[in-house]
């Protein structure tokens, strides 16, 4: 049965649609309310605003629940690889065994770089930051494979090219930044064991292909897959709803994540325990610094928009730092930190009362260090692994009869009518 709301302004009364989701949220639909009342809403970073409807991603942020088309994440964590979930993602169903085996072969061809994308990076300043090699790499893309654009079967293989070609231009950043040769992906490894292969092949010794590495890497990358209508997703399909092609839409949302706040928490975390490693910072103080409304610092890895309570990702990440640990045989003192502000945060009533607690980014950069990325390469991870999920989103928008061209409204604090005064006569 449709439910309604009413809404009485200035003495007329409204009646508004609800809309009703699979898992009972419920929205208010105002797509009228301008028009029949000459009100808009206001509600600035969008937290109490529904853009779109999905059927993508699913989080509960009071019960820490999260799931890619009904999946929990913490099976496909468990049983899944990254391809499979970015099949899924996209798709919208588990991929059978032979769409699974076409897709891989699909991604191994898509794996080389234009031999001129090369000559980007000879000439960008060798100490770029990789976030905007990486956006600016995914933009050069619509330039350079033009003829497989806006052509509906060949979608497909658009969305695989970009998935395949991300881990390759970003492995080559890192080796260029090294002044390392770069090393070109092998048809005979996987996904995830092939990126660790153009990473660190040859950088000392011939790169050892170690199986517990490669399934963090899946892990870590299924984690960071989708997370419905964060920032940089808001960026992809902002950006796509004025039917720019996908690279640029892809570009504007690896832009958006490169923010402190966004997917370059993960670098700032680390950055944030070494001060404290380096004396630079006690435990303490970093805590205060947190809670001190004057002080912009923030207790990054920590606080999430939606989740109220504990990230589903970031229980599944401490695992996994014990495990690599573990397997590493390395002893990470920025470990005993994060634990540290971990429990610290979670015993203060500041973190308590704001519902504030460890995200996906909390622990990443420990697995990440443990795997032997640098750090300026974290967000790069994190792009990487987001990929498929901008993409599915992408896809959802333009397809949606629903989505226009975004374009929010204002209120408008500014001056009134003021009549222009000729430059001689303005004192
Ligand atoms: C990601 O949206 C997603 O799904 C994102 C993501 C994904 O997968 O795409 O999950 C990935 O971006 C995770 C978040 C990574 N960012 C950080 O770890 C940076 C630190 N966190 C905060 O900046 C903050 O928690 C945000 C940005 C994550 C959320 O910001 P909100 O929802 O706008 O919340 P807010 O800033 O309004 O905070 C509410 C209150 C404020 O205090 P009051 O003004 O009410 O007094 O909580 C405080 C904030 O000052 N607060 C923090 C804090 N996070 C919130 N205080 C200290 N340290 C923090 N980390």
């Not at 993508?56 to 019960?63: A, F, H, R, V």
């Not at 996908?246 to 958006?256: K, L």
């Not at 610092?297 to 599944?316: E, M, N, Q, S, W």
Request: some cysteine; proline content about 5%; hydrophobic content about 40%.
């Amino acid at each position: 049965m449709k439910e309604f709301v009413k809404l009485v302004i200035d003495g007329k009364e409204l009646t508004l649609p609800v809309i009703e989701g699979s898992e009972g949220e419920k929205a208010i639909d105002i797509r009228s309310l301008r028009q029949e009342t000459g009100y808009i809403t206001f509600d600035p970073g969008f937290g109490n605003s529904g853009t779109c409807r999905s059927t993508i991603t699913y989080m509960d942020g009071e019960k820490g629940i999260l799931r890619y088309r009904g999946v929990p994440i913490e099976q496909l964590a468990e049983q899944s690889t990254f391809v499979e979930t970015a099949f899924l993602l996209i798709a919208g169903h588990l991929p059978s065994r032979e769409e699974l085996t076409r897709t891989s072969v699909y991604l191994n061809d898509f794996s080389p770089l234009h031999e001129n994308m090369k000559a980007f990076y000879q000439n960008y300043p060798p100490k770029a930051h990789p976030m905007g090699i990486l956006s600016a790499m995914v933009n050069a893309m619509r330039s350079f494979y033009p003829e497989l654009l806006d052509i509906e079967e060949d979608m497909n293989k658009t969305y695989l090219r970009l998935i395949s070609k991300i881990r390759t231009m970003s492995a080559m950043a890192y080796r260029i930044s090294l002044g390392e040769k770069v090393v070109y992906p092998r048809p005979d490894l996987c996904y995830c064991a092939n990126f660790l292969n153009m990473m660190f092949d040859g950088v000392v010794v011939p790169y050892r292909i170690d199986d517990d590495m490669v399934r963090a890497l899946n892990v870590f990358w299924i984690l960071h897959a989708d997370h419905e209508q964060n920032c940089s997703t808001t960026a992809v399909r902002v950006v796509g709803s004025g039917k720019v092609n996908i690279y640029s839409a892809i570009s504007a949302g690896i832009s958006a994540l490169w923010g402190p706040l966004h997917g370059g928490a993960n670098q700032a975390v680390v950055n944030m325990l070494e001060e404290i490693h380096k004396d630079g910072m006690t435990v303490k103080e970093c805590i205060s610094k947190a809670k001190d409304p004057n002080d912009p610092f923030r207790l990054y890895g920590f606080g999430h928009r939606v989740y109220k309570t504990h990230d589903p990702r970031a229980k599944i990440m401490k695992k996994m730092c014990d495990i690599l640990l573990a397997k590493t045989k390395r002893k990470d003192p920025l470990l005993d930190i994060v634990q540290k502000l971990e429990e610290t945060a979670l015993n203060d009533s500041y973190f308590k009362e704001k519902n504030l607690y460890p995200n996906v980014d909390f622990y990443s950069g420990i697995v990440l260090r443990a795997m032997g990325i640098p750090t300026n390469m974290f967000t790069v991870m994190f792009a990487i692994g987001r990929l498929p999920g901008w993409i599915a989103q992408w896809k959802e928008d333009v397809a949606d009869p629903e989505m226009r061209i975004s374009r929010p409204r204002q209120v408008y604090t500014g001056n009134q009518l003021q009549e222009y005064i000729p430059v001689d006569d303005r004192g």
